[in-house]
């Protein structure tokens, strides 16, 4: 994701301000044991897209977690409206992040009686990444299907932050983790896409990936399966990674070229196309269907 720094803002407790000019107070569970969940999605200038799914999984997190009272999803879409009014992004494109905090506690695991749940919003403007990316399989972490938290958006993005720092330190841009059973999984902040032959597959849940509003979408179209995902399908079929903000096609996995690479182009495509189901309307300005050779895979 490129960022434009200067083009951010948030909110909290009322008001709008550089994100450097608010402060959460420092009893907040989301900041002492990341207890708490998180949304990011994509707003257009015709508003949100794909909302509904995006709520709904953050509802899911709030209910695992048993984060109550839930804030008011009519409410939060108004507020976030007027943000991403006051930002006017210069791409007409906006990254908006929820932030749900389970809000003050004492110190101590115990969950505070009553709760106080705690809301922030932050828009950076963006311009979705197509860019192709080398990845690693990370030594360092894995991911576990059998484990709740990896079925929502917790705050805790720990592994990925140490996985991330580990493709850094091997100079490639991300790294891929592993479920336990030692089948890939996914990237540190999105879902794997392998080609094979005909068909698109993704890692099942069971292996532990985070449930991606673009993999829903996805996995709606012909050709398009679950599949245990292992080097080889890896390393012939090449694939890409793919989020809310991007879709980006690997070119090499563990220092060997994947035998079958997307253009940015043709990744470029793939994601206007998971855009359609969005409330929202039309996709972004990309290159035709033609183009990518793949129109099977995404037509609904
Ligand atoms: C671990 C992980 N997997 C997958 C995704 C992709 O999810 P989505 O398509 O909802 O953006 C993300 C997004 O942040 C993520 O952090």
Known sequence: MRKASAESLAWFAGRWDRPQCLAVPLDDRGLSLADGVFETLLWRSDGPVLWAQHW???????????????????WVQAQAAEGFRRLGPSSGLAALRITISRGPGERGLALPQPQQPRLWLHFNAVTPCFDPVDVITSRLVRRHGDCASSR?????????????????????????????????????????????????????????????????????????????????????????????????????????????????????????????????????????????????????
């Not at 398009?224 to 690997?250: A, D, K, M, V």
Request: proline share 5%; aromatic share 4%.
């Open 152 to 300: 929502c958006k917790t705050l805790n993005y720990t592994d990925a932050v140490i996985a991330r720092r580990e493709a850094r330190m091997a100079d490639v841009d991300d790294a891929l983790l592993l479920s336990s059973t030692g089948h890939y999984s996914c990237a540190t902040a999105a879902n794997l896409w392998v080609q094979r032959g005909t068909d698109w597959l993704t890692p099942g849940l069971d292996q532990g990936c985070l449930p991606g509003i673009m993999r829903g979408q996805l996995l709606r179209h012909r050709h398009c399966h679950e599949h245990l995902i292992t080097r080889q399908t890896l390393l012939h079929g090449g694939g890409f990674l793919l989020n809310s903000i991007s879709c980006r096609p690997i070119y090499s996995l563990d220092g060997q070229a994947s035998r079958h690479q997307l253009s940015p182009q043709e990744a470029g495509q793939v994601f206007a196309q998971l855009l359609t189901g969005s409330s929202s309307g039309s996709a972004l300005a990309l290159p035709s269907t033609k183009e990518m050779g793949m129109t099977g895979c995404i037509e609904p």
């Open 56 to 74: 709904q999984r953050l509802q899911q997190g709030c209910a695992l977690l048993g984060l109550e009272p839930e804030p008011d999803a009519n």
